[in-house]
């Protein structure tokens, strides 16, 4: 069984940034593929960007460039990194744990002026 819990959303102004944080427990850490999806209202959710344990990388086209995820396996904790935010990435924000694909229970963003 693996809990996770995400933090560090908010409302931030467009231009801004936040630092999204998850914490994993009850798990193999170290092993497992982590990514961070998000769901904006009305519409599915979508992948944000991925981790592997290797620490190699993938990302949303819409994020490239703007977002970096990263990892702590002495934390059990995954980031995500979020710059030059725009009112469309406003969404609620899952942390994934894979294998098994374990969902967090999200934290929301809001980009607005």
């Known amino acids: 069984q693996v809990q996770l819990v995400e933090s560090g959303g908010g409302l931030v102004q467009p231009g801004g940034s936040l630092r999204l944080s998850c914490a994993a427990s009850?798990?193999?850490?170290?092993?497992?593929?982590m990514g961070w999806y998000r769901q904006a209202p009305g519409k599915q959710r979508e992948l944000v960007a991925t981790?592997?344990?290797?620490?190699?990388?993938n990302y949303a086209n819409s994020v490239k460039g703007r977002f970096t995820i990263s990892r702590d396996n002495a934390k059990n904790a995954v980031y995500l990194q979020m710059n030059s935010l725009k009112p469309e990435d406003t969404a609620v924000y899952y942390c994934n744990y894979n294998p098994g694909s374990y969902w967090g229970k999200g934290t929301l963003v809001t980009v607005s002026s």
């Open positions: 009850g798990s193999i850490f170290s092993r497992a593929i």
């Open positions: 981790i592997t344990s290797g620490r190699t990388t």
